[in-house]
């Protein structure tokens, strides 16, 4: 990959998608990112925006699209509305955005003859089995119309592979935190939400018990591991998991945010969400293997970086 290769960030705007910006940025790259600005932000990209080309839009038009990846040779593919409440309530739209979306990206990626595609898979396709760690070759089970809408954009990317011969590569997501997750939304990620409310002295909300158990990692680890999808030969066609290998509670981690923070405010506790799924851990042997990806900031650290953001940007 040469210097000056083109870089196409879609949901470049977004929480993971600006981070992905910045780091290329960061790395001397040319950036194009296109957003429409429906969860993404333009404060998330304000420090580097004469450093990118910005092109508002969305990723369900062909036109749009193709004409911001032409001459392209990366996509990151991360725009999507996610949430899995959101996706029970707004079933449409999800599948609008996260299918149609995808299926159109991937479209103008083989017409533009892009190299690599990596998209931004989720942890949601697995749905219940097991306690243990979930591993890539388990049969998956959605149990969202979100989690069915990002498995359907798997299987796309491994077929283009097959039969375009476009390179992707689908990286599952487990639970992502850090700066820039928005918090404002009843759908949003649940660490900006138990830090906004500690901060501003309001009980968290936990649904069901706060016994179910995810597995968070730091929006560093994940942008380490996209850069590295974009370039090993090895990653071609697969799906790979992305996340700390560390199972922790809602109880736990609102603990933990707590003694950080400084607080001991008692959370209220609401009925469960429905296609929550109780227990996600991530087993990282396949990302070891393949993209050389070892998480480099563990939950303590990220969980106080995160904090110290909130502390210096919220509102
Ligand atoms: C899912 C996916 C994740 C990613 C994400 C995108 C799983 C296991 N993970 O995250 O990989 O694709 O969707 O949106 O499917 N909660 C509270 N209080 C709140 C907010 C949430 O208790 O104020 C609970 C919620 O019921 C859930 C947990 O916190 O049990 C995590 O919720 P989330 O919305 O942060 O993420 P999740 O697990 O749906």
Not at 47 to 58: K, N, Y
């Amino acid at each position: 990959m040469g210097a000056r290769d083109l870089y196409l960030v879609t949901g470049g705007a977004g929480f993971i998608g600006s981070h992905i910006v910045e780091a290329l940025v960061r790395r001397g790259e040319r950036v194009r990112v296109l957003d429409n600005l429906i969860t993404g932000r333009h404060e998330n990209l304000a420090h580097l925006i004469h450093e990118i080309e910005f092109i508002e839009g969305d990723i369900s038009d062909y036109e749009t699209t193709r004409k911001a990846i032409d001459g392209v040779k990366i996509v990151f593919h991360e725009a999507a509305i996610p949430s899995v409440p959101r996706s029970v309530d707004e079933p449409k739209l999800n599948h609008e955005a996260n299918i149609n979306g995808t299926f159109t990206v991937l479209l103008a990626a083989r017409d533009a003859a892009v190299r690599r595609l990596v998209y931004a898979a989720s942890s949601s396709a697995y749905g219940e089995r097991g306690t243990g760690a979930k591993l890539e070759d388990q049969l998956p089970s959605p149990l969202s119309p979100y989690a069915v809408a990002k498995l359907v954009g798997e299987y796309y990317c491994q077929v283009f592979t097959r039969v375009y011969g476009l390179e992707t590569v689908a990286l599952r997501y487990f639970n992502v935190f850090g700066p820039r997750q928005d918090p404002s939304s009843p759908y949003s990620g649940v660490i900006s939400k138990f830090i906004t409310a500690l901060l501003s002295g309001q009980s968290p909300v936990i649904f069901g018990d706060g016994e179910q158990s995810r597995d968070f990692t730091y929006v560093a680890n994940v942008v380490d591991a996209n850069l590295r999808a974009a370039v090993e030969p090895g990653a071609i066609g697969q799906v790979i998991n992305l996340g700390l290998n560390q199972r922790i509670t809602l109880n736990q981690v609102l603990a933990e945010l707590q003694k950080i923070i400084g607080t001991d405010l008692t959370p209220r506790y609401e009925s469960p969400r429905v296609g929550d799924i109780r227990h996600s851990l991530a087993d990282i042997t396949r990302a070891e293997r393949l993209l050389g990806y070892r998480p480099s900031v563990g939950l303590t650290e990220g969980l106080r970086y995160t904090v110290e953001w909130y502390r210096e940007n919220r509102g």
